[in-house]
Protein backbone atom coordinates (compact mmCIF):
# COMPACT_ATOMS: atom_id res chain seq x y z
CA UNK A 1 0.00 0.00 0.00
CA UNK A 2 1.57 3.44 -0.74
CA UNK A 3 1.26 5.64 1.87
CA UNK A 4 1.83 9.61 1.73
CA UNK A 5 2.38 10.41 5.55
CA UNK A 6 4.17 8.73 8.57
CA UNK A 7 1.00 8.12 10.30
CA UNK A 8 -0.77 6.00 7.89
CA UNK A 9 2.67 4.36 6.70
CA UNK A 10 2.15 2.91 10.96
CA UNK A 11 -1.31 2.13 10.05
CA UNK A 12 -0.50 -0.74 7.42
CA UNK A 13 -0.66 -3.92 9.00
CA UNK A 14 2.70 -6.26 9.40
CA UNK A 15 2.83 -9.61 9.16
CA UNK A 16 0.50 -12.17 10.47
CA UNK A 17 1.18 -13.60 13.93
CA UNK A 18 1.56 -17.31 13.02
CA UNK A 19 3.94 -20.37 13.42
CA UNK A 20 7.20 -19.76 11.41
CA UNK A 21 7.99 -22.59 9.21
CA UNK A 22 11.21 -22.93 6.55
CA UNK A 23 8.37 -24.10 3.71
CA UNK A 24 8.20 -21.49 1.05
CA UNK A 25 4.23 -20.57 0.49
CA UNK A 26 3.03 -21.54 -2.86
CA UNK A 27 2.87 -17.60 -4.71
CA UNK A 28 1.84 -19.38 -8.35
CA UNK A 29 0.30 -16.71 -10.37
CA UNK A 30 1.76 -13.82 -7.92
CA UNK A 31 3.89 -11.27 -8.94
CA UNK A 32 5.30 -9.51 -5.94
CA UNK A 33 6.43 -6.14 -7.38
CA UNK A 34 6.00 -3.75 -10.72
CA UNK A 35 2.49 -3.22 -11.50
CA UNK A 36 0.58 -5.44 -9.61
CA UNK A 37 2.16 -3.29 -6.40
CA UNK A 38 1.01 -0.47 -8.39
CA UNK A 39 -2.08 -1.52 -9.54
CA UNK A 40 -3.60 -1.60 -6.00
CA UNK A 41 -2.82 2.10 -5.45
CA UNK A 42 -5.38 4.04 -7.55
CA UNK A 43 -7.03 5.50 -4.63
CA UNK A 44 -8.42 8.81 -6.58
CA UNK A 45 -8.63 10.70 -3.24
CA UNK A 46 -4.95 10.07 -1.96
CA UNK A 47 -2.88 13.00 -2.69
CA UNK A 48 -1.19 13.89 -5.64
CA UNK A 49 2.89 13.27 -5.46
CA UNK A 50 4.69 16.79 -5.67
CA UNK A 51 6.96 17.31 -8.11
CA UNK A 52 10.43 18.73 -6.86
CA UNK A 53 10.06 21.99 -8.40
CA UNK A 54 6.15 21.92 -6.18
CA UNK A 55 8.12 20.61 -3.22
CA UNK A 56 10.77 23.23 -3.16
CA UNK A 57 8.23 26.25 -4.08
CA UNK A 58 6.64 24.92 -1.13
CA UNK A 59 9.49 24.72 1.54
CA UNK A 60 10.59 28.12 0.50
CA UNK A 61 7.02 29.74 1.24
CA UNK A 62 7.19 28.03 4.93
CA UNK A 63 4.63 25.64 3.95
CA UNK A 64 6.79 22.51 5.68
CA UNK A 65 3.60 20.72 6.49
CA UNK A 66 3.69 17.64 8.82
CA UNK A 67 7.34 17.07 8.69
CA UNK A 68 8.55 20.56 9.75
CA UNK A 69 5.82 20.37 12.45
CA UNK A 70 7.72 17.55 14.00
CA UNK A 71 11.10 18.82 13.51
CA UNK A 72 10.03 22.19 15.07
CA UNK A 73 8.50 20.38 18.24
CA UNK A 74 11.46 18.04 18.68
CA UNK A 75 13.71 21.05 18.77
CA UNK A 76 12.02 23.02 21.11
CA UNK A 77 11.49 19.74 23.47
CA UNK A 78 15.38 19.48 22.92
CA UNK A 79 16.20 23.20 24.33
CA UNK A 80 13.72 22.73 27.09
CA UNK A 81 15.47 19.76 28.18
CA UNK A 82 18.75 21.68 28.21
CA UNK A 83 17.35 24.51 29.71
CA UNK A 84 16.88 21.73 32.87
CA UNK A 85 12.79 21.75 31.62
CA UNK A 86 11.86 17.55 32.29
CA UNK A 87 11.62 16.09 28.86
CA UNK A 88 9.20 13.91 29.75
CA UNK A 89 7.35 16.64 30.95
CA UNK A 90 7.34 18.29 27.46
CA UNK A 91 6.06 14.49 26.24
CA UNK A 92 3.03 14.74 28.17
CA UNK A 93 2.03 17.53 27.62
CA UNK A 94 2.40 17.00 24.28
CA UNK A 95 0.20 14.08 24.20
CA UNK A 96 -2.17 15.88 25.96
CA UNK A 97 -2.63 18.31 22.96
CA UNK A 98 -2.48 15.60 20.99
CA UNK A 99 -5.40 13.64 22.26
CA UNK A 100 -7.62 16.90 22.24
CA UNK A 101 -6.78 18.22 18.84
CA UNK A 102 -6.94 14.57 16.91
CA UNK A 103 -3.27 13.92 16.57
CA UNK A 104 -2.72 17.06 13.93
CA UNK A 105 0.98 17.76 13.89
CA UNK A 106 0.60 21.12 12.46
CA UNK A 107 -2.32 21.49 15.05
CA UNK A 108 -0.30 20.37 17.91
CA UNK A 109 2.77 22.29 16.73
CA UNK A 110 0.55 25.82 17.03
CA UNK A 111 -1.54 25.05 19.99
CA UNK A 112 2.49 24.43 21.92
CA UNK A 113 3.67 27.51 20.49
CA UNK A 114 0.40 29.44 21.71
CA UNK A 115 0.09 27.97 25.25
CA UNK A 116 4.08 28.75 25.90
CA UNK A 117 3.60 32.20 24.26
CA UNK A 118 0.65 33.16 26.72
CA UNK A 119 2.70 31.45 29.76
CA UNK A 120 5.83 34.34 28.76
CA UNK A 121 3.51 37.11 28.82
CA UNK A 122 1.57 36.38 32.21
CA UNK A 123 5.26 36.07 33.24
CA UNK A 124 6.27 39.02 31.79
CA UNK A 125 3.42 41.23 33.19
CA UNK A 126 4.16 39.34 36.70
Known sequence: KK????DSFMAVKGCMTACHTIEKPDQSGKSLGGGDVRSGNTDASAPKLKSIDEFNAQKASGG????????????LRQAMD?????GELFDRAKEAVSARVGGDHETIHS???ARLTACLKAMEQE
Do not use: T
Request: hydrophobic residues 40%.
Open 82 to 86: KAGIS
Open 111 to 113: EVV
Open 64 to 75: GGAGDAIAKMYQ
Open 3 to 6: CYYW
